[in-house]
Structures are given as C-alpha cells and as structure tokens.
C-alpha cells in the first residue's frame, strides 16, 4: 500500500522551538510538546489553537522553571503527551534537560482531567529510576489501571500500577532494551554520531495492543522490534528471569522512534531513515504507507476518533549535535495528520 504526499495534511509549525509530542483529544484538543535540549526554549506543554497560536498548559507556572527553580511541580523537560481512553492526559517529564542527568529528582508522570483542566495524579520516579534515566514515553491501559514507560537512556520498562502508585523498572539488563551493537545507524548518509561517537539510544518506541495485552517496544537507534505480553509485566511477584523468558524477538523492521496502533492491530511508525511512514499488519507484514521529505524525523503520534494519525516531526537529525556543530534544519518543525486507511 503506498499513498500520495498530498494526504499528509499540516497542522501545526513551529519556526522556533523544537517538538516532540502529539495527542489529540475525543474532542479535538491539539497538545505537543517542547524538551529542554540545546536551542531555544519557552514552554513545556502547549495546547495548540488554529493559526498556530499555542497556550502554555495547564498555565504559565507549570512552563517556569529555569536552572535553580523546584522542578517538583513544573516542567523541566517534557518528552512526551498522551491521551487515553478514558481522555485524560497525560504528561511524561524526564526532566532530564540536555538527556543529561535527572534534575533533582523531579521526573514523573502527571494526569489531567482535560474536563477541568486540573491535576488528576502526580506519579514520581524518586528511588526507582536513576538520575541518569529518561524516563521518554507512555502508554496507558485504563480498564487494567496500569501505565507503561520507556527509559531510553539506560534500557528498561517502567510499569506503574496507577491504582495503588507502585512503580517498578523491568528488563532492566535484557538485550531487548538495549541497542543492537551489531546495528549500524545511518541517517542522511552517514553514520549517526555525536561528538564524534555513534549515538545508541535504548528502549524508546513504546505502544499497547488495543486489548492491552500485548506490549510492544523497540530501541531507538536500530531496527529491531519486540513485544511481551502485558500479564507478566504487571505480575510484581515474577522473578525477573521468567519474565524475560516471555519476551518475543519479532525480528528487524525498520528504525523508529514513537510507534502506535490502529484498532485493526496495525502498527505505524515512522521510518526516520527514509523519510517515510510505514505499518506492519497482524501478520507482521512491513508496508509502506506514505513517503514524503517534510518527515524529518516522525516522532510521536496521536489517533483522533475519526480514524487521522497526527504525526510530530522533531527534525532531530538536523541538530548540530549531530551534524558537528551545524543546524541542517530548513523548514519549521511540523505537525501533520493523515487519514488511516479503513482496514
């Protein structure tokens, strides 16, 4: 299956200040946000209105922070936004400025009631995870109360059950979280490095099958794809070593960073190699679904309830940290959407 550029549709740019995230509400509402990476920087959260005008969410105190301030209750560098089934939202905060090192302890996972606009839960990763974590992506299973992460500097699953807040990080050491030493990155026509050095980020792409009982997950920075059912996950009593046995090798696709799945049990990700969006079916199956130059480096993505994918493009490969030190970036960073295919 292939499609025409003309079925990506813009939604939203950004000349400015580099994006991550994308969710889009039951209702329509347009969220993305902003890590605090080298560049320019103002918000963390934004709720995004028609003509690009954005508003820093939940208000201007939660988008303060600056090198000294508590980050306990604003954000310091936020990864990722997501909404459930339920249309809550949810925001990831590794706050981990630069991916360089957790800033005093003040990475968690907040809820919105989007109804209220008003902090539902705070669930915070003080004792489990290690200053040198990025906590960097979410998937939420509502009936289940349970929410997975991924730590994609160190490699590893964070599972919080969200009914009694325990939080605990799995598959810590396991060859599934971790980047493929035998992979070789090449974006743009050369090796991916920075500062001189291959870049090998782990366990990052993250999505739930929609009966939550499959979880699937990949590295960054190679091919490879994995998935564990979610029961062993959830079970806090397994020894570590069976639930590593449960893990599934499903072999080499292509390399992503978000990844999502339709309700037909189709997963999107986004090919950053080749500029283009690809699925692989139930039967595993790889498809491409649309090829096109403006995605520079599909990074999240959002499914509204009438069947669009939104699509953020974080263009990190144009950073100058890996381009020795020159910003390839030439158009804004983007957000577009296109409608799914029916099956």
């Known amino acids: 299956m292939s499609t025409s550029s003309q079925e990506l549709e813009p939604v939203f740019s950004d000349d400015t200040y580099q994006l991550t995230g994308v969710a889009i509400t039951k209702d329509g509402r347009l969220f993305t946000c902003y890590?605090?990476?080298?560049?320019?920087?103002?918000?963390?959260?934004?709720?995004?209105?028609?003509?690009?005008?954005?508003?820093?969410?939940?208000?201007?105190?939660?988008?303060?922070w600056k090198e000294g301030d508590d980050g306990t209750n604003k954000w310091v560098c936020v990864q990722a936004v997501y909404?459930?089934?339920?249309?809550?939202?949810?925001?990831?905060?590794?706050?981990?400025?630069n991916m360089e090192q957790v800033y005093d302890a003040s990475f968690k996972l907040v809820k919105f009631n989007l109804a209220t606009d008003s902090i539902e839960a705070v669930y915070r990763f003080e004792g489990v995870l290690s200053p040198k974590s990025y906590i960097n992506d979410v998937r939420v299973d509502t009936g289940r109360q349970v929410a997975y992460l991924t730590n994609s500097n160190e490699g590893g699953i964070v599972v919080v059950n969200l009914a009694t807040g325990t939080i605990r990080q799995v598959l810590r050491n396991h060859p599934s979280v971790q980047h493929d030493p035998s992979f070789t990155l090449i974006v743009d026509g050369k090796e991916f490095k920075k500062q001189g050095?291959?870049?090998?980020?782990?366990?990052?792409?993250?999505?739930?099958?929609?009966?939550?009982?499959?979880?699937?997950?990949?590295?960054?920075?190679d091919n490879k794809l994995y998935r564990i059912p979610t029961e062993f996950l959830r079970d806090e009593d397994l020894p570590d070593d069976q639930r590593e046995a449960t893990v599934e090798d499903l072999g080499r696709f292509a390399v992503t960073d978000g990844m999502i799945f339709d309700t037909n049990g189709n997963l999107y990700l986004g090919d950053?190699?080749?500029?283009?969006?690809?699925?692989?079916?139930?039967?595993?199956?790889?498809?491409?679904?649309?090829?096109?130059?403006?995605?520079?480096?599909?990074?999240?993505?959002?499914?509204?309830?009438?069947?669009?994918?939104?699509?953020?493009?974080?263009?990190?490969?144009?950073?100058?940290?890996?381009?020795?030190?020159?910003?390839?970036?030439?158009?804004?960073?983007?957000?577009?959407r296109m409608k799914l295919p029916d099956t």
């Open 197 to 221: 050095q291959p870049v090998h980020l782990q366990s990052d792409g993250i999505a739930l099958t929609p009966d939550g009982e499959w979880l699937y997950y990949k590295p960054l920075t």
């Open 272 to 336: 950053y190699q080749n500029y283009k969006l690809v699925r692989i079916t139930p039967a595993l199956k790889l498809e491409d679904v649309v090829s096109d130059e403006r995605l520079i480096w599909p990074d999240s993505y959002s499914i509204s309830t009438d069947n669009y994918l939104y699509i953020s493009c974080s263009q990190i490969n144009k950073q100058p940290d890996y381009n020795e030190g020159e910003n390839k970036r030439t158009s804004p960073y983007a957000i577009y």
């Open 35 to 64: 890590p605090l990476w080298p560049g320019p920087h103002q918000y963390g959260v934004v709720e995004i209105f028609p003509n690009n005008r954005v508003k820093p969410y939940p208000d201007e105190s939660w988008n303060s």
């Open 83 to 97: 909404v459930d089934e339920e249309n809550y939202l949810w925001v990831v905060d590794p706050a981990c400025p």
